[in-house]
C-alpha cells in the first residue's frame, strides 16, 4: 500500500465525484430530502391537526354551545360548520370528500337536562386512520371533561406519558440513526457496483492494470472518500433533525466504529457484487436485490422490534442491521457493550468481503 | 543490436478459435515495428499479451527481457500503452489526469510541456467527457509518455482521427523514434506504417504471412514496377513484340513491366517509332496496401498457404 498512489486516486475520484450532481445529489442532498420527509411523516414538523366538520341541530342551546367550546378549547381540531340544510351529514361528507364530521341532535340539551343520555354522531374515515385517531381521541377528551363539568366532579386519577430511552426522545430522533444507515448502505452500495461494471466494461481498469496502482490502494481510495462522505452526510442529517425537528441524537465517539465500518463494508460489497456481474444492467440489478431487502428490513423507516418473528430473524442476518443497532445503541440507548457486539460483527463481515472482493476483482484477462 | 520484444511461436486460444497460431518475431531496440493484419486477425491479442494484460496460450514472449504477465509490475513503468479508443475517467481534465498518473509513476513530468508536444495545450482544462476522439487519443499518449517509456504500444492510435489529429500523433511518434524509443505500432492505415515503421509484420487468421521492411515486403510479394502509358491496343502489341517485357492493355491504359530504369527508354523509344499517339508515362510500381490487399485476399480464397517465412535480421521466423 502506498500512501502516495492511494492519495492521488482518492484526489481524482473526489474530483470526478464532486463535479457529477447526479453522485452528489444522492450522497448529501438526497438523505435531507428523506429526513425531511419522514420527520414530517412522523409528526415532527407541526402537531396533530384534523379538521372536523359539525352539524349543530341544537345550535340555540347553551349546552350544545358549552360542549363545542370544550371541544374547540382541546387545540387539535379546526371545527367547521355546516348548514342544517344539507340534510344528512353522511352522505354531505361522501359528497364533499371529507373525513370526519359530528352531528349534534336537536335533543342534546333537552335530554341532559332531563337526566337522560344524549348521544353525538361522529363520522370517521377508516382510511384516514390518523386523521381519525386525532379526531376521535378529540371528541372523547372534550366529552371526559364536559361530563366532569356537568357532574361538577375533579378528575383524580392521571397518568404521566414517558418514551423510551429518554424522557425527550421523539419519532425523528430514532429516525436518524436509521437513515444514517441507510445513507452508509445506498451511497457506497450503488456507486461501487456501477463503479465496477462500468470501468470494466470501458476497460478502464485495464489501463490502470499498467501503472504501479493496485487493486488494493484502489479499493482503499473508495473506502477512504466513501467513509469521508459518510461522516459529512451524517453530519448533515444530524444537523438537519436537529435543526428542523429538534432532535436529540446524542454525538458519541462510539458512533465512529460504525461511520467508519459501514462504508467499508458496503463499498466492498458493491465491488464484490460489481466483479462478480459482466454488464452494467446486470450490476444494477444485483445492487438492488442485495440493497432493497437491506434497506427496509434492517430498522431503517420501520423498527424491527415491530416485524413478525421470522422477519426479525431475517433481519439479524442483514449486515445493516449491525450497523443500525449499533448507531442506536450509542446515540440513543447509552449502551457502549451493544455497539461493541454490533462493531465486531460489521468489522469481521468488512474484513471478510473486503478479501473476497479483492479476490473476484480482476485488473485484467486471464 | 538489442532486442526490445522477442516472440517464438506464440499462440492463444479462445475455446476452438486459434487466435494466435505460433506466430514469432523480434522488434529491434529503438525500431518502429508496425503490426499490421485486418479485423480479428490476432493484432489485439498479440499485442495485449505483449503488454501483459492477456495471458498467451503456448510459446515464450519476452519484452524488455521480462514475461509482461509475470513481471508486470516491473515491466509497466518501463512501457507506455495506448489501447484502441482510449478512454479516462469522464470529469477529469487532461491537466488532471497527467498529474495523477505522474503521481502513480512518481514522476516529475512538466505538464505543460506534455501538453505542448501532443498538441492537446488548449484542452488542458476540458473535461474528457467534452474532448474529441483525436483529443482522448491525444490525451492517451500524452499519459503513454508520463513514465517516459522507453517502449511504447499503440494500438491503431490514429484510427477514426480527422487527417489533422493524425498527422498530430504521426509527428508524435516520429519525434519518440528520432529520440530512440521502441514503437510497437498496429494500425489499419498501411501508408501510416509505410511512412513509420522499420519494419513491419502482417498477420491474418493468427498467422504471420509477411514480415520485413515495408520495401523487402513490396519487392516479395508485390508486381515488380511497371511503365504506364496512355494509348491503343495496337500500340500495346507493337511494345509486346519490340521490348521484350510483359505488357498488359486494360481501358486504354498500356502497363510494361520493367527491372531497371534502364528498361524505360526502349520501351518509350519503341512507342514513339510506333507512329501511334501515346501519352501521360509514369512509372508505378506497388504501396504496401497492394501487397496487403492482394496478400491478404488470396488466403482468404485459399490461394495462399501461409508458410513460415526466412528470418531476416530482426524478423519474423
Known amino acids: ?366 | 543490436m538489442a532486442t526490445a520484444i522477442e516472440v517464438e511461436n506464440l499462440s492463444k486460444e479462445y475455446g476452438t478459435l486459434h487466435a494466435v497460431d505460433g506466430i514469432s518475431f523480434r522488434v529491434q531496440v529503438g525500431a518502429v515495428f508496425a503490426f499490421l493484419g485486418p479485423n480479428g486477425a490476432g493484432k489485439t491479442t498479440t499485442v495485449e499479451i505483449l503488454e501483459g494484460l492477456r495471458r498467451r496460450g503456448g510459446g515464450t514472449v519476452t519484452v524488455l527481457g521480462l514475461n509482461p504477465w509475470t513481471d508486470g509490475r516491473r515491466l509497466h513503468p518501463r512501457i507506455g500503452v495506448i489501447p484502441q479508443e482510449f478512454r479516462f475517467f469522464d470529469k477529469i481534465t487532461p491537466r488532471e489526469a497527467i498529474q495523477y498518473y505522474a503521481a502513480l509513476f512518481d514522476q516529475k513530468v512538466d505538464v505543460d510541456r506534455l501538453l505542448e508536444r501532443v498538441v492537446l495545450s488548449d484542452k488542458a482544462t476540458a473535461r474528457f467527457e467534452t474532448l474529441s476522439g483525436g483529443q482522448k487519443q491525444k490525451l492517451g499518449l500524452a499519459l503513454a509518455l508520463v513514465s517516459d517509456p522507453e517502449l511504447l504500444f499503440l494500438d491503431e492510435p490514429t484510427t477514426g482521427l480527422d487527417p489533422q489529429a493524425r498527422r498530430a500523433i504521426r509527428d508524435v511518434i516520429r519525434s519518440l523514434h528520432s529520440e530512440g524509443k521502441t514503437i510497437f505500432l498496429t494500425t489499419h492505415y498501411l501508408e501510416e506504417a509505410e511512412l513509420l515503421a522499420d519494419q513491419v509484420a502482417i498477420i491474418h487468421h493468427g498467422r504471420i504471412i509477411a514480415d520485413g521492411t515495408s520495401s523487402s515486403i513490396i519487392s516479395q510479394f508485390g508486381h515488380p514496377p511497371r511503365l504506364r502509358l496512355e494509348g491503343s491496343a495496337a500500340l500495346a502489341e507493337i511494345l509486346r513484340r519490340q521490348v521484350a517485357r510483359p505488357v498488359t492493355f486494360n481501358d486504354g491504359m498500356i502497363e510494361v513491366e520493367i527491372r531497371t530504369s534502364a528498361d524505360v527508354l526502349p520501351v518509350l523509344t519503341a512507342a514513339q517509332a510506333s507512329g501511334l499517339p501515346w501519352s501521360n508515362p509514369t512509372t508505378v510500381r506497388d504501396s504496401l496496401e497492394d501487397v496487403f490487399v492482394r496478400l491478404v485476399g488470396e488466403m482468404d480464397e485459399g490461394e495462399v498457404r501461409a508458410s513460415p517465412l526466412p528470418a531476416g535480421p530482426g524478423g519474423a521466423r
Not at chain 1, 123 to 149: E, I, K, R, W
Not at chain 1, 246 to 274: E, I, R
Open chain 1, 1 to 366: 500500500m502506498n500512501p502516495r498512489r492511494i492519495g492521488a486516486d482518492f484526489r481524482v475520484f473526489a474530483l470526478g465525484f464532486l463535479r457529477n450532481s447526479i453522485s452528489l445529489f444522492f450522497s448529501l442532498f438526497f438523505p435531507l430530502v428523506l429526513i425531511v420527509m419522514f420527520g414530517a411523516i412522523y409528526g415532527g414538523l407541526g402537531t396533530a391537526h384534523a379538521t372536523l366538520w359539525v352539524e349543530d341541530e341544537d345550535s340555540a342551546a347553551p349546552l350544545a354551545q358549552g360542549f363545542l367550546k370544550t371541544l374547540n378549547a382541546t387545540g387539535d381540531l379546526t371545527l367547521n360548520f355546516v348548514s342544517l340544510s344539507v340534510g344528512n351529514l353522511s352522505t354531505y361528507l361522501t359528497n364533499h370528500s371529507l373525513t370526519a364530521g359530528l352531528v349534534l341532535p336537536a335533543t342534546f340539551s333537552q335530554r341532559i337536562q332531563a337526566g337522560l343520555p344524549a348521544n353525538l354522531t361522529l363520522y370517521t374515515d377508516p382510511v384516514s386512520s390518523g386523521n381519525a385517531g386525532v379526531v376521535q381521541g378529540a371528541v372523547g377528551a372534550a366529552l371526559f371533561a364536559f361530563n366532569l363539568q356537568l357532574a361538577h366532579g375533579t378528575a383524580l386519577a392521571g397518568v404521566s406519558q414517558h418514551n423510551v430511552g429518554s424522557p425527550v426522545f421523539t419519532n425523528i430522533d430514532y429516525l436518524v440513526p436509521g437513515l444514517i444507515g441507510f445513507s452508509i448502505l445506498v451511497s457506497p452500495m450503488f456507486a461501487m457496483v456501477d463503479l465496477t461494471a462500468t470501468y470494466r466494461k470501458e476497460k478502464l481498469f485495464r489501463q490502470l492494470s499498467l501503472t504501479p496502482l493496485t487493486k488494493g490502494e484502489w479499493l482503499t481510495s473508495k473506502i477512504m472518500w466513501y467513509v469521508g462522505l459518510t461522516f459529512v452526510s451524517a453530519a448533515l442529517m444530524i444537523g438537519a433533525g436537529d435543526g428542523i425537528f429538534g432532535a436529540h441524537a446524542t454525538l458519541s465517539w462510539g458512533m465512529l466504529p460504525f461511520l467508519v465500518l459501514g462504508p467499508f463494508f458496503f463499498v466492498s460489497l458493491g465491488m464484490l457484487a460489481g466483479s462478480l456481474t459482466r454488464t452494467p444492467e446486470t450490476a444494477a440489478i444485483v445492487g438492488n436485490v442485495i440493497s432493497f431487502p437491506m434497506m427496509f428490513l434492517s430498522g431503517t423507516f420501520f423498527p424491527v422490534s415491530a416485524f413478525g418473528s421470522t422477519l426479525q430473524t431475517i433481519a439479524k442476518l442483514l449486515p445493516l442491521y449491525y450497523v443500525i443497532d449499533g448507531l442506536n445503541a450509542v446515540m440513543l440507548f447509552n449502551n457502549p457493550l451493544e455497539a461493541f457486539h454490533d462493531a465486531l460483527i460489521v468489522a469481521g463481515l468488512s474484513v471478510v468481503v473486503f478479501g473476497l472482493a479483492l479476490l473476484a476483482f480482476k485488473w485484467r484477462d486471464e
